[in-house]
Nanobody, 130 residues
């Protein structure tokens, strides 16, 4: 059973930076598609959006709203997924979730928004004050 535990959330002012981490366990291989998703306050789970994904070969995709500001990366040796978030804006305020997809389908944020992920963490809250 894959387990994902996020950390690194907090409160920062607009323009600041945060780095989220996701410790993964229970993996059988490193070819999983991994991603960060977020759910803004007051939005239903269906409104959860893909922020960034990284596939087993290290290829990344990003939501348009975060391109140039966020960077997803992973440390395969430590089984940790990261999300470096710079130039944060008030609209980045959300619960951020780490997720993994074990299937062989497309790993892009667009595809994963539509078809979902297999495993989810419990989330870490990011609050940006303007």
């Amino acid at each position: 059973q894959v387990q994902l535990v996020e950390s690194g959330g907090g409160s920062v002012q607009a323009g600041g930076s945060l780095r989220l981490s996701c410790a993964a366990s229970g993996y059988t291989k490193h070819k999983y598609c991994m991603g960060w998703f977020r759910q803004a306050p007051g939005k239903k789970r269906e409104g959860r959006e893909g922020v960034a994904t990284i596939d087993g070969d290290g290829r990344t995709t990003y939501a348009d709203s975060v391109k140039g500001r966020f960077t997803i990366s992973k440390d395969n040796a430590k089984n940790i997924l990261y999300l470096q978030m710079n130039s944060l804006k008030a609209e980045d305020t959300a619960m951020y979730y780490c997720a993994a997809y074990a299937g062989g389908g497309n790993c892009s944020t667009t595809s994963r928004d539509r078809y979902g992920m297999d495993y989810w963490g419990k989330g870490t809250l990011v609050t940006i004050s303007s």
